[in-house]
């Protein structure tokens, strides 16, 4: 066994937006290009079972959190885990929640 066969990862890519103008092809584009990487065995060598990806449709909030629950089951003290999301952020303008960032 070796150190990467404990490592887990979940990669999101979002760029269909309902309330906003969706972002370019480039945000699946670049999830699918960290899943590649994260799986080459002469780059990270993470097992591809350990590598979940969700785009588009498939990030719902629900999915997102049972993803985000399944990495802390199926992580190990001796593991690590990556968390990797391709997608749009803004800053809140206005209101009690001023000056921090929401994902959108």
């Known amino acids: 066994m070796t150190a990467m066969d404990q490592a887990q990862a979940l990669v999101v890519g979002f760029s269909a937006y309902q309330q906003i103008n969706p972002l370019p092809a480039a945000v699946r584009?670049?999830?699918?290009?960290?899943?590649?990487v994260l799986v080459d065995p002469l780059l990270c060598g993470y097992?591809?079972?350990?590598v979940q990806v969700l785009l588009d449709d498939e990030a719902t909030l629900v999915r997102l959190r049972s993803a985000l629950a399944g990495l802390a089951q199926r992580s190990k003290a001796t593991g690590s885990v990556l968390i990797y999301m391709s997608c749009h952020g803004g800053r809140i303008e206005a209101g009690?929640?001023?000056?921090?960032?929401?994902?959108?």
């Open 29 to 36: 584009t670049d999830a699918d290009a960290m899943r590649a």
């Open 47 to 50: 097992p591809p079972e350990n």
């Open 96 to 104: 009690a929640e001023a000056g921090e960032c929401q994902w959108m």
